[in-house]
């Protein structure tokens, strides 16, 4: 029983409760308005800018007024590409660069300057996903996931970081991926190379603040930009292949790229150090931290009553693209095709 005066401290207790929180939303929305990054003229780096997410943040970065750089290592993607965001009247430069070679990505860097006289964002998009069962996925595929996924942004970071000390400040973007929260059966090199780069994005963003160099963790969740052509699947193909399509084209698993990007430009002008995409990636990354037993269990029972089992021949590594199937293509309606031709994801 609650006496009158327990009802009156309880009343009063909730309402200054109520206050601190208005106050301490109110003052963030002042302190992020005035902080606002302005991005009309900032030279920003984009690996893995040819295609898929890259492109779709070039585009929308070209339209702030961004003058762009962007690599790949497809230099047929990279020219339609540069022409189609010279076309949207952007300023930019694109390079045929293998960003897991880190002599290659220090000239980058130095070309770059050449060219701009500055840098001011790097964002890290650049990575490989490989699908299949962990008994057909060797050391060697978790080598490649390795250097695509995180000795890549670390060789960007390396090279970057002198130059924005010296200039003052930069921003710098990891696009991880929820995989990097939660491990996710039959995307193990995947997704331990983006635990590794997270726990890298967030020791890099508190030991560089002093500098006044912000890097923001990006959390995305799966993105319709048709990039399933271009993963790399082992085990059973075409089962594989299907179940990952199909994720990847679900409204309810996936995020629109566009979406996506506009978030994580978003996080950049607000200087957000992390930003998880997607409402189901947000709940999954609530569910790891609060219950990581219970997180574990469910992707187990995912594994064994949803996914595919390994078949003969498993052993082989194929492209999304070589092995494109009926079945796929009628699971995930055509949307996920759909996105890759407006992506640029067309091609090997």
């Known amino acids: 029983m609650v006496t009158e005066n327990g009802k009156s401290t309880i009343q009063e207790i909730a309402k200054w409760a109520a206050i601190g929180a208005g106050t301490f939303l109110i003052a963030n929305t002042i302190y992020k308005a005035l902080n606002h990054y302005d991005l009309k003229g900032k030279v920003v780096l984009i690996t893995g ?27 047929e993607q990279l020219g339609q590409a540069h022409i189609e965001l010279e076309g949207l009247g952007a300023e930019v430069m694109s390079m045929t660069v ?72 930069g921003r710098i973007v990891n696009v991880t991926s929820i995989g990097g929260k939660i491990a996710v ?58 179940w990952f399509k199909l994720a990847d084209s679900s409204t309810f698993l996936s995020q629109s790229a566009e979406t996506a990007a506009a978030e994580i430009i978003k996080a950049i002008e607000q200087g957000e150090s992390e930003a998880i995409l997607s409402a189901t990636a947000k709940v999954a990354a609530i569910l790891q931290g609060f219950a990581p037993g219970w997180m574990n269990l469910l992707m187990g029972i995912a594994n064994k009553l949803l996914l595919p089992d390994t078949a003969a021949g498993g052993g082989v590594s194929k492209k999304g693209y070589e092995i494109e199937s009926t079945p796929a293509i009628a699971a995930s309606g055509g949307k996920s095709d759909q996105e890759a031709v407006k992506n640029n994801e067309i091609g090997e």
């Open 49 to 75: 800018g040819s295609r898929g997410l890259g492109l779709v943040l070039a585009r929308q970065l070209a339209a702030k007024g961004a003058r762009l750089a962007i690599c790949a290592r497809t230099p």
């Open 98 to 169: 293998d960003v897991t070679d880190q002599r290659q990505v220090q000239a980058m860097i130095i070309d770059i300057l050449e060219h701009y006289g500055r840098l001011d964002v790097l964002i890290n998009n650049a990575g490989i996903v490989q699908v299949g069962p962990q008994e057909n996925m060797g050391v060697n595929e978790y080598e490649q996931a390795m250097k695509a996924n995180f000795w890549s942004a670390l060789y960007t970071m390396l090279a970057v970081i002198p130059y924005f000390k010296e200039q003052g400040g």
């Open 185 to 242: 059966p039959h995307l193990l090199p995947y997704t331990a190379s983006k635990f590794a780069l997270v726990g890298l994005s967030e020791g890099m963003n508190a030991e560089l603040k002093k500098d006044n160099i912000l890097v923001t963790t990006v959390v995305p969740n799966l993105m319709r930009t048709g990039s399933p052509r271009n993963i790399t699947v082992k085990g059973d193909h075409e089962a594989e292949y299907a």
